[in-house]
């Protein structure tokens, strides 16, 4: 597609289930994002991924949360054991391979709604 | 570290008038700034960018910025707002050299246009 793909785009699940989000980035963009959008609190960096390198983990908030990247491209995002803290937006962003040279923007996708109860 | 303060939760105008949305930030060494914009269940899009060169920055939606150096601040304008400008603003900051290529974002300030 052209853009950032992401679903679902609404997700409710009991506290305690696990849950997968999806990614899909624009094609050629090596660089891959997800951030945390919860009210009040803007956008809360989670992880990176750029091509084949090992991941930047450093925002992830606890051991429940993980991400992969397959194939250099379509990411999912698990949270297990969800908590009623973890209800928020999930937004995924790709852009050109980041660099010194690379000064180009992010590309979101609409993000996936998460509502534990 | 590198961090963006957007010291405003909410702006409002009336149609017509100038507007500023303010933006602030803290690094080591030269910025990226970026502002995008977010429309109600939407992701964000990119309005413009400053890299180098003329500090007045033009973007998309006659929106433009001022990198000021020595303030520290990027803030955002435009001549005459639209009701259709009304959504939630975010500057982001980025260090190419000795830094993180992670873009860190500001917690968005609330334009609010009235007719």
């Known amino acids: 597609g052209a853009g950032v793909s992401q679903s679902p785009s609404n997700k409710v699940t009991e506290k305690g289930k696990d849950v997968e989000l999806r990614c899909d980035p624009i094609?050629?963009?090596?660089?891959l994002y997800w951030y945390r959008q919860s009210l009040g609190q803007g956008l809360e960096f989670l992880i990176y991924?750029?091509?084949?390198?090992?991941?930047?983990k450093s925002g992830l908030p606890s051991d429940r949360f993980s991400a992969e990247r397959t194939g250099g491209s379509v990411s999912t995002l698990t949270i297990q054991r969800t908590q009623q803290e973890d209800s928020a937006v999930y937004l995924c962003?790709?852009?050109?391979?980041?660099?010194?040279?690379?000064?180009?923007?992010?590309?979101f996708g609409e993000g996936s709604r998460l509502t534990v109860l | 570290a590198q961090s963006v303060a957007q010291p405003e939760d909410q702006v409002n105008v009336a149609e017509g008038n100038p507007l500023t949305v303010k933006c602030t930030y803290s690094?080591?060494?030269?910025?990226?700034l970026f502002w995008y914009v977010q429309y109600p269940n939407r992701g964000l899009q990119f309005l413009l960018k400053?890299?180098?060169?003329?500090?007045l920055v033009k973007g998309s939606y006659g929106f433009e910025a001022e990198f000021n150096k020595s303030q520290t601040s990027f803030h955002l304008k435009k001549p005459s707002a639209l009701v259709s400008d009304s959504a939630l603003y975010f500057c982001?900051?980025?260090?190419?050299?000795?830094?993180?290529?992670?873009?860190?974002f500001g917690r968005g300030t609330s334009l609010i246009v009235h007719p």
């Open positions: 962003a790709s852009s050109l391979p980041s660099g010194r040279a690379n000064t180009g923007e992010l590309f």
């Open positions: 094609s050629g963009h090596t660089a």
């Open positions: 991924f750029q091509g084949n390198s090992a991941p930047d």
């Open positions: 690094v080591s060494g030269n910025p990226y």
């Open positions: 400053y890299i180098t060169g003329d500090n």
């Open positions: 982001a900051v980025r260090v190419p050299t000795g830094g993180s290529y992670i873009p860190t």
